[in-house]
């Protein structure tokens, strides 16, 4: 079992920056996935960056790539998301994920995932 707890969200103007954090408690194995994904009202929730626990590989959707970076702090057991040139289009609830295995194949599916946190808003202003 893993639980997560995001932090970390709020309001920013377009161009401004913000860090999300997800703490994870429990166990987290060595091969477990830790993923952001962030959800806008009346869409679906979409894939945003994803790291292996272990592993060095990061993954980034196209549309965050160059402007948000996904890293791990393995100590503290707390993956970040740190989001550069924000856009409007960045709004949205922020949803941290993880699972206990891991594949490179799927970590960009919602459904890969069966620990998710409550979600932090971010809002991002014109």
């Known amino acids: 079992q893993i639980q997560l707890v995001e932090s970390g969200g709020g309001l920013v103007q377009a161009g401004g920056s913000l860090r999300l954090s997800c703490a994870a408690s429990?166990?987290?194995?060595?091969?477990?996935?830790v993923a952001w994904f962030r959800q806008a009202p009346g869409k679906q929730r979409d894939f945003v960056a994803a790291?292996?626990?272990?592993?060095?590989?990061?993954y980034h959707a196209d549309s965050v790539k160059g402007r948000f970076t996904i890293s791990r702090d393995s100590a503290n057991k707390t993956v970040y998301l740190e989001m550069n040139s924000l856009k409007p289009e960045d709004t949205a609830t922020y949803y941290c994920?993880?699972?206990?295995?891991?594949?490179?194949?799927?970590?960009?599916?919602?459904?890969?995932?069966?620990?998710w946190g409550r979600g932090t808003r971010v809002t991002v202003t014109s």
């Open positions: 994920a993880a699972n206990n295995a891991a594949h490179r194949a799927t970590v960009t599916l919602v459904k890969a995932y069966n620990y």
């Open positions: 429990g166990r987290v194995f060595s091969r477990s996935g």
């Open positions: 790291l292996i626990w272990s592993g060095d590989n990061t």
